[in-house]
């Protein structure tokens, strides 16, 4: 556990980013952003891929302390790659100082780091690379308008999957994709717990390589919910096992939380109107039953390893 | 200064190499890998102090490239063909970065049908996004087009990436004699790398690249790109008149050869302008009073240069080694558009496509196109672009395809 957040009281009381961004009111992805940017501070450089957060600076305004640079969609890890091994060449030919050194971040949706973003995503760990992939997750091509992208759940309704049965494919497990290459450092954190995101982020800061963080980012929009719901959702998230906070350190997984006992899954999904479908006009007990035993068979499996 | 054999390749590397760059991202491709095993040979025996990273495609190469001269250090890098396409949404992305760097393209044929030899339509390809382009006709025009490049791009009024092409096999493994000037003499015409404000440090916040809102700033920073490559036209004269006299050797963004006499004049970029050079000498000994113009710089468009040199001329013999399907030759277009409505411009413009994939344009060919080009212009009547072609290369065709046909009956199926 990190010695600097041992209680919220902990957490830092002066805040770095900006207000007055174009981004959707309950934003989860802006709520992470917020947190992880207060923990490491305004010597880092955002190197962001297109998505909602694209809209977080536009000219001629930035609510970042720090610096960015807009890449694309399918290529921030690589702009990472050039602006970390630019300054690592400014420092050993003498150029820069050391206290001139930023920590750079990658900033990245669902849709990209699940998509198109992947084939960099994968070459930066290749490469070893020293920098923090920060995906905010609100499982959907949420900046033009919550179409279905490789990381939107099982069953739910999105601009292009409104079938009865929603979306047929499952959330693909980037978490997992990630650590089976052996990254320096990956976590999953969740807006709506600072405490456990405030520890985590403060270990990657100290941990060099390829250091990613996943936060799953309610979507009022996307998910259809009243804005007011996202940190209710968030919580909930968490307690029903549907996004269980975890760590890869060493080789090793660790759950930061084990929610016992769990709540069941549809107090989470009835809070949102992209599965209204699976309880109106009349519930759909099949899918609630299969979105549930998912659920419990990730947690189960943990049990059985021990 | 020492002189050696070396191929276009080789001359691309030391082009990297005496601007002493410090960032080489790469990604393989045929023709031009060499340059980048080259550049990291020399990098493994310390004799360039540059890092080299491996990158797992074009595009991902390019955005690192632009993000590295963003953050203020001098880069290299190198493509070729379904490469660069890969990598142009990046193009366009990191010229209007206005963060300057010097790729070299390698020009080969585009699929479909894959192929590995050379004509112009990666290059052109990339013609609208912000990327200056050089074309090179020889090797050491590579190795000293390097150097004008970047001091071109680094240029306080231009700030713009650019592209130095050179064909491959023709140039790329052809070895030819190149004059290697000293280094020091290049860190006299080329000085460090001075990024201005564009770098990222730390307690020095800035943002790069942000969204604009609307049509207005939208339209002020793209109408920026393009002064700025406007402005390039006489940085660029400057510095090929630095060049010549440090170095001897004269780079004109437009090349003329036995051009001020001539009747009928050849209009071509790249290294099969030498054959149209040859074709120039033995037309003149048959008396045809021809010549030839060469666009060296090709952006920004060296328009003026081109109407003086074009001005009263009988007729224009354009030969594009690229197709713009559905319309024909891209830079038959480009000269139209410079020459449309120009008191003296030449009488005819006749277009003519070969060249594709490497494939040769013979002296006979020189021949028949200046030969249609001064009827057109005695009777007026320019005749649609003509794809150069031999009754030859027609049978030779005909049987591959014949075999073709033999294969697909044994094997039972209907041509």
């Not at chain 2, 020091?184 to 000085?191: G, M």
């Not at chain 2, 307690?203 to 939208?218: F, I, N």
Request: net charge negative.
């Amino acid at each position: 556990m990190s010695e600097h957040f041992e209680r919220m009281k902990d957490l830092p009381s002066t805040h770095l980013l900006g207000a007055g961004t174009a981004l959707c009111a309950g934003c989860g992805g802006l709520q992470a952003v917020k947190e992880v940017y207060d923990v490491l501070g305004p010597n880092t450089v955002f190197v962001n891929a297109a998505g909602c957060m694209t809209l977080m600076s536009v000219y001629p305004f930035t609510p970042f302390r720090g610096s960015w640079l807009y890449t694309a969609m399918a290529s921030a890890p690589a702009g990472a790659q050039g602006v970390r091994d630019a300054l690592d060449v400014l420092k050993a030919k003498g150029r820069m100082t050391a206290e001139e050194d930023l920590e750079v971040v990658v900033l990245t949706g669902d849709g990209s780091a699940n998509g198109m973003g992947l084939s960099a995503a994968s070459g930066a760990i290749d490469r070893g690379l020293d920098f923090i992939y920060l995906c905010y997750d609100n499982e959907g091509y949420a900046n033009t308008g919550q179409q279905s992208s490789a990381g939107t759940p099982h069953g739910a309704h999105t601009s292009t999957d409104q079938t009865p049965a929603g979306l047929p494919g499952w959330k693909k497990d980037l978490f997992a994709i990630w650590t089976a290459n052996k990254p320096a450092y990956a976590a999953t954190v969740i807006g709506g717990e600072p405490l456990d995101l405030a520890r985590k982020i403060d270990k990657a800061k100290a941990i060099e390589g390829p250091r990613m963080i996943i936060a799953l980012a309610p979507c009022p929009v996307g998910w259809d919910y009243d804005p007011e719901h996202s940190v209710e959702i968030a919580k909930l998230a968490v307690k029903t096992g549907v996004w269980p906070l975890k760590e890869y350190v060493d080789g090793k997984v660790t759950h930061t939380r084990m929610p016992h006992p769990r709540t069941p899954v549809e107090e989470y999904l009835k809070l949102q109107g992209r599965f209204a479908h699976l309880f109106e006009p009349e519930r759909n007990e099949a899918l609630l039953a299969e979105i549930q035993g998912h659920v419990d068979a990730y947690w189960e499996a943990l049990d059985a390893e021990g | 200064m020492t002189r050696q054999l070396m191929t276009g390749n080789a001359a691309a590397a030391w082009g990297a190499r005496l601007a002493d760059v410090d960032y080489v991202p790469a990604f393989p491709i045929t023709p031009q890998t060499e340059i980048i095993e080259t550049l990291s040979r020399w990098i493994g025996e310390d004799a360039l102090d540059a890092r080299m990273t491996m990158m797992e495609s074009e595009h991902s190469m390019i955005t690192a490239a632009g993000a590295a001269a963003a953050t203020g250090v001098r880069v290299f890098t190198a493509t070729s063909s379904q490469g660069l396409l890969y990598g142009m949404e990046m193009l366009y992305t990191v010229a209007g970065w206005r963060a300057p760097f010097v790729l070299v393209n390698v020009s080969r044929g585009l699929a479909a049908p894959i192929t590995l030899e050379p004509d112009h339509n990666d290059i052109l390809a990339a013609r609208d996004s912000g990327f200056l382009q050089i074309h090179c006709a020889t090797c050491q025009e590579v190795l000293d087009q390097m150097l004008i490049a970047y001091r071109l791009g680094e240029d306080a009024g231009v700030r713009l990436p650019v592209i130095v092409n050179l064909d491959g096999f023709y140039l790329s493994f052809t070895r030819e004699p190149v004059d290697l000037p000293d280094k020091s003499a290049v860190a006299d015409f080329l000085p460090p790398f001075d990024p201005g404000p564009t770098r990222f440090r730390a307690g020095k916040p800035v943002s790069q690249a942000v969204a604009v809102l609307g049509g207005v700033p939208y339209s002020y920073f793209r109408y920026e790109v393009e002064l700025a490559a406007r402005a390039a036209l006489p940085v660029y004269d400057e510095a090929a008149e630095a060049f010549a006299a440090r170095f001897g050797r004269r780079h004109e963004a437009v090349e003329a050869y036995r051009c001020d006499d001539a009747e009928i004049v050849f209009f071509m970029i790249g290294s099969f302008a030498t054959k149209a050079k040859e074709a120039v000498d033995r037309l003149r000994d048959a008396g045809t009073a021809a010549g030839l113009l060469r666009p060296v710089l090709l952006r920004p468009f060296p328009e003026a240069k081109l109407r003086g040199a074009l001005r009263g001329k009988k007729a224009v013999v354009v030969v594009d080694q690229n197709i713009s399907i559905g319309k024909g030759g891209v830079l038959h277009c480009e000269l139209a558009s410079a020459l449309y409505g120009q008191r003296g411009a030449p009488g005819a413009l006749v277009s003519f496509i070969g060249g594709l994939g490497g494939r040769d344009i013979a002296a006979e060919e020189f021949f028949e196109m200046a030969a249609v080009a001064a009827k057109a212009a005695e009777s007026g009547e320019t005749p649609p672009p003509r794809l150069l072609y031999t009754g030859h290369e027609l049978r030779e065709m005909r049987k591959l395809q014949a075999i073709a046909h033999v294969e697909h009956a044994e094997a039972g199926e209907t041509p």
